[in-house]
C-alpha cells in the first residue's frame, strides 16, 4: 500500500472513531471527553496491541494469502482481537505477581510496551529482510 493511501486510511479511521465518539457523547450522559477516552481506549487496549502482534506471527505476504500461506484482512483483523484480549490481561497480571502494581498509567505503559515491542520486531524482521 503506497503512503498517501494509508496516511488517507488512518486519517479516516481517526475521523471514523471521533464520529462515533460524538455520537456516544451525544446520545448517553457522557460528556465528550468521557466518550473519547471509552472509544480510543477501546481500540487502544483491545485490538492495537493483538494486531501487531498479529504481524510478528504471521508476517505480511505479498500476493495472495491463499497462496503464500498468510492471512488476509478479515483473519488479521479477528485474530488481532483475540490476541489483545490474551495477552494484554496476562501481561498485565504477571507483571502485577512481580510487583507491579496494576493502575490507570502502569496498565496504559503495559500496553504501549506490548505495542512498541512487537513493532520493534516487525520493523527488525523487515529490516533485516531488505539487506538480503
Known amino acids: 500500500m503506497r503512503r498517501d493511501k494509508l496516511i488517507l ?3 479516516g ?3 471514523g472513531l471521533s464520529l462515533v465518539s ?3 457523547g451525544g446520545v448517553s450522559e457522557l460528556n ?11 481500540v487502544f487496549v483491545l485490538f492495537l496491541p493483538g494486531f501487531v502482534w498479529s504481524f510478528v506471527f504471521f508476517p505480511a505476504r505479498r500476493g ?3 497462496d503464500k500461506g498468510g492471512i488476509d484482512l478479515i483473519e488479521r483483523i479477528a485474530l488481532s482481537f483475540a490476541l489483545s484480549i490474551a495477552v ?4 498485565v497480571f504477571y507483571l502485577n505477581l512481580i510487583g507491579l502494581k496494576i493502575s490507570a498509567w502502569s496498565s496504559f505503559f503495559v500496553v504501549l ?3 512498541v515491542v512487537g ?4 520493523f527488525w524482521r523487515n529490516q533485516r529482510k531488505s539487506k538480503f
Open 119 to 122: 513493532a520493534g520486531i516487525v
Open 88 to 91: 494484554v490481561p496476562l501481561t
Open 32 to 42: 465528550i471527553l468521557e466518550s473519547f477516552r471509552i472509544v480510543f481506549g477501546s
Open 64 to 66: 495472495l494469502a491463499e
Open 9 to 11: 486510511l488512518v486519517a
Open 113 to 115: 510496551g506490548l505495542i
Open 13 to 15: 479511521i481517526v475521523v
Open 22 to 24: 460524538f455520537t456516544l
